[in-house]
């Protein structure tokens, strides 16, 4: 594995959220647990949760308050360790045996909510950032990293290439994951105030196809989609999604590109010190006469 890109961060604010019903639960968060047990106890592969919690720790340094009743939400395994050192009376919240979305947290309870890596497996994601508002005093902060965006686009195109050829369909390989648009929506409709989100994204380099798929199962991110494939996956299937993966994603020295989009997204409880949105026509200035003098000059 190698690294060989970052971009920088790209602030957007979110747009209006619509109601939406309860979605289908997508991810078996029993198996979710359960492999990630298994990928602690065979050593988990970190560096993308390294990478955020390191970027958790600077971005909670340019908050400039302190924080009382902080709680880690099912982050995996010991990546926030160093972050609950620094704070005291650190809630952590584990990922339980059955995955339950139920969070344990009495209403107006915490003053900050941390996630990394963990609201990317969860079926109600609008339930899950409303109990953390209700939990949320007055001006407590959420701040979470989730994978999203375009990640693991070319194993999803490699996957979907093979399996037609070989086998003359499809079935679900790589998770569905929510947009920059979406995550900032659902923070408004979670009732969250000045909510931000911005996008890191990671390529990392891999010898092959099956070196990345092994890091995956060591991060205890394999597929754990409901509707999985049960059966094991056929070799000829698997040796022809390595070598569309080798064709379209590799660079001149054969090494694969991975793409990892890490979404961050923040929002505080609303309190009446923060800051408020201008009221329609309440602007002392023209925008149409702002325009014009740019134009005459």
Not at 103 to 112: C, M, N
Not at 124 to 138: E, N
Not at 162 to 182: K, N, T
């Amino acid at each position: 594995m190698q690294w060989i890109a970052r971009t920088g961060m790209i602030g957007v604010t979110s747009a209006m959220a619509t109601n939406r019903q309860t979605p289908p639960a997508l991810f078996d968060r029993a198996l979710l647990h359960a492999r990630q047990r298994r990928a602690q106890a065979q050593g988990a592969v970190t560096f993308l949760l390294d990478r955020v919690a390191e970027d958790m720790s600077d971005r909670l340094a340019a908050v400039m308050r302190e924080f009382h009743a902080p709680a880690d939400l099912w982050t995996p395994g010991e990546g926030l360790a160093a972050l609950r050192a620094r704070l005291p009376s650190f809630q952590q919240i584990a990922l339980g045996e059955t995955g339950e979305e139920k969070l344990p947290f009495a209403p107006e309870s915490l003053d900050l909510v941390v996630s990394a890596l963990a609201l990317q497996f969860v079926n109600d994601l609008p339930g899950v950032l409303a109990q953390i508002r209700r939990a949320l005093k007055p001006d407590g902060l959420l701040l979470a990293a989730m994978i999203g965006g375009d990640s693991l686009t070319e194993l999803r195109q490699a996957f979907a290439a093979a399996e037609v050829e070989c086998e003359g369909g499809v079935s679900p390989r790589v998770a569905p994951f929510a947009d920059l648009r979406d995550i900032g929506a659902l923070l408004q409709r979670a009732g969250f105030a000045l909510p931000v989100t911005d996008v890191d994204r990671v390529v990392v380099r891999y010898s092959n196809a099956f070196a990345l798929m092994q890091d995956l199962r060591r991060m205890g991110a394999a597929n754990v989609l409901i509707e999985r494939r049960r059966t094991p996956s056929r070799r000829a299937t698997l040796l022809r999604m390595a070598e569309i993966y080798a064709e379209r994603f590799a660079d001149a020295d054969g090494r694969v590109r991975a793409t990892f989009d890490i979404i961050w997204l923040s929002g505080w409880a609303p309190h009446a010190s923060q800051q408020q949105p201008l009221k329609p026509g309440s602007a002392k200035a023209s925008l149409a006469e702002a325009v014009k003098k740019a134009g005459e000059s």
